[in-house]
């Protein structure tokens, strides 16, 4: 295994391993004039230059700042077709949830969807997954959940690791249950205990399985039904909650353990308790509350008191159309009210630990090396930058997938 010195790092910052959660998501390492080896895909040794040990190869990064590479743990990058006409209806007054009740909206792109192939969807995947790792991610989420049928799931999910394979970087797949049919909803949510989750599980297509519980989507008792199945198949589970109205959701997550509870942009105080004295991880969307005009999740409060919060882009075409996982932490700071410190936190370390993941997110030694060079000398450029990358290097199992010339 070849080792590599990493030098020409003007500061080296990173949370602590591990989820943090309340204050200590504010608390980094930080160290001037530093240095960090790579051996293999893994990081073995971190510290000040003048301490480093010697190494087979050596490269200078140019006098700028790394952070470990972000993690988007909220996407839904396969898709087929636009809501452009939506956006329109939108801007005009049109509420979001009213599309989707008039059979539009989410609706609309699991019509472009179910009538994609496979190739197609995963060709549309690949350069949203490329963009998002250019603005610094290095490990993306990517949900299913605009099959109009459990054939068009399954594909999305295949699509989904057609992309994977052709991608430098990890991806990993959670299967959404997204929007009941219009008739029948018992017996969906019956088939995706007894069918569809137990051939996702037995066929590997994805490691967790995710539920809008919302008014227009799946109920408090549907929702249990489905974190349930997940459990007894040995899937993670997870839930987009309280996007419109608090219905139980964020009260069941943490109940049944999940990963994470997602959106919670109507959580009020009760939500923010119980998420508070749970390990479940509270994540924010701050592309939806720009794109959609909807309030803020209580990030702010979430922290403090004392949850863990994690900030994911939510690409997908409705209500989030960013393409930008750096974007998405300088959104978490503007308009969540995040400090820069606790907005790198939440990409990274929190990221992870909201899609299980515990070998990523912090610059210490075992953890995978990936890791992002800054543009600046200062790495507070990552939350302050808008609209250009502040972001030079990406660095994915200690290789360059991206490297501009200084
Ligand atoms: O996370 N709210 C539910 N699902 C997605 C939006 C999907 C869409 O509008 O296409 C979300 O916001
Ligand atoms: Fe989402």
Same mark, same amino acid.
């Given at each position: 295994m070849t080792d590599t010195l990493y030098t020409g790092i003007s500061l080296l910052v990173t949370p602590h391993p591990g989820p943090q959660r309340g204050r200590a998501m504010r608390e980094l390492t930080v160290l001037e004039d530093a240095a960090l080896l790579v051996s293999g895909e893994r990081i073995r040794w971190v510290g000040h230059r003048a301490d480093a040990p010697g190494a087979a190869n050596e490269r200078d990064l140019g006098g700028v700042a790394v952070v470990p590479g972000l993690v *988007? +743990? !909220? @996407? !839904?990058a396969v898709w087929a077709g636009d809501r452009l006409a939506d956006f329109e209806a939108r801007v005009e007054g049109v509420p979001y949830e009213t599309l989707l009740a008039r059979g539009g909206g989410i609706r609309s792109t699991m019509r472009a969807t179910a009538a994609a192939s496979e190739e197609e969807l995963a060709r549309l995947a690949l350069p949203r997954l490329e963009a998002l790792q250019h603005s610094g991610a290095t490990t993306i989420e990517v949900k299913s959940g605009y099959g109009l049928d459990f054939d068009a799931e399954l594909r999305m999910l295949q699509a989904a690791y057609f992309a994977e394979t052709e991608f430098v970087g990890d991806v990993v797949r959670t299967l959404l249950v997204h929007v009941p049919p219009t008739e029948g909803r018992a017996e969906y949510v019956r088939a995706v205990c007894e069918e569809l989750i137990p051939e996702v599980a037995e066929d590997n297509l994805a490691q967790a399985v995710d539920v809008f519980c919302e008014k227009e989507a799946f109920s408090v008792a549907e929702t249990r039904a489905i974190l349930e199945a997940a459990r007894v198949y040995g899937l993670a589970t997870k839930l987009h909650a309280d996007q419109f109205h608090a219905i139980g959701g964020t009260e069941l997550a943490c109940e049944v353990g999940a990963l994470s509870v997602d959106h919670l942009e109507a959580s009020g105080p009760a939500q923010i308790a119980a998420l508070a004295a749970s390990s479940t991880v509270a994540t924010v969307l701050p592309g939806v509350t720009l794109h959609l005009g909807l309030p803020t999740a209580p990030a702010r409060a979430l922290v403090d008191a004392g949850a863990c919060v994690a900030v994911g @882009? *939510?690409?997908? +075409?409705?209500?989030s159309p960013v393409f930008s996982s750096q974007l998405a932490l300088a959104l978490a700071v503007r308009l969540c009210g995040l400090t820069p410190a606790e907005a790198l936190t939440a990409c990274t370390v929190n990221a992870a630990a909201a899609l299980g993941l515990s070998d990523r997110g912090a610059l210490v030694p075992g953890a995978r090396a990936d890791f992002l060079a800054l543009h600046s000398a200062d790495w507070r450029d990552l939350a302050y930058t808008l609209g250009v990358s502040p972001v030079r290097g990406v660095y994915v199992g200690g290789q360059p997938v991206k490297e501009t010339p200084l």
């Open positions: *988007d +743990p !909220h @996407t !839904h @882009t *939510d690409l997908n +075409p409705g209500s």
